[in-house]
Nanobody, 115 residues
Framework: QVQLVESGGGLVQAGGSLKLSCAASVTISRNTVMGWYRQAPGKQRELVATFTSAGNQSYVDSVKGRFTISRDNAKNTMYLQMNTLKPEDTAVYYC?????????WGQGTQVTVSS
């Protein structure tokens, strides 16, 4: 069973920054498909940023230029650096990893951006 543990969420003012971490219980590599999703109240969960199977990074348009996804394979940990945060970034952020044919999710971490 794959376990993902997120941390780093919190309350921040608009324009501020936060860095989320996601520690995986499995070995990750440059080809591991993994990413960050978020779900705001009353909205569907959306993909925010991801590593593709080719190791490339992909972002939803609304966070391009503000968020950066990264990972440390030696620590089996993925990060999401979030800068210039906006109130509309408020959501529960989840990390996700694909192992074989299965998807695994973390428990989520709340990010709240005040105006």
């Amino acid at each position: 069973q794959v376990q993902l543990v997120e941390s780093g969420g919190g309350l921040v003012q608009a324009g501020g920054s936060l860095k989320l971490s996601c520690a995986a219980s499995v070995t990750i590599s440059r080809n591991t498909v993994m990413g960050w999703y978020r779900q705001a109240p009353g909205k569907q969960r959306e993909l925010v940023a991801t590593f593709t199977s080719a190791g490339n990074q992909s972002y939803v348009d609304s966070v391009k230029g503000r968020f950066t996804i990264s990972r440390d394979n030696a620590k089996n940990t993925m990060y999401l650096q979030m800068n210039t945060l906006k109130p509309e970034d408020t959501a529960v952020y989840y990390c996700n990893i694909k192992v074989g044919w299965s998807n695994f999710w973390g428990q989520g971490t709340q990010v709240t951006v005040s105006s």
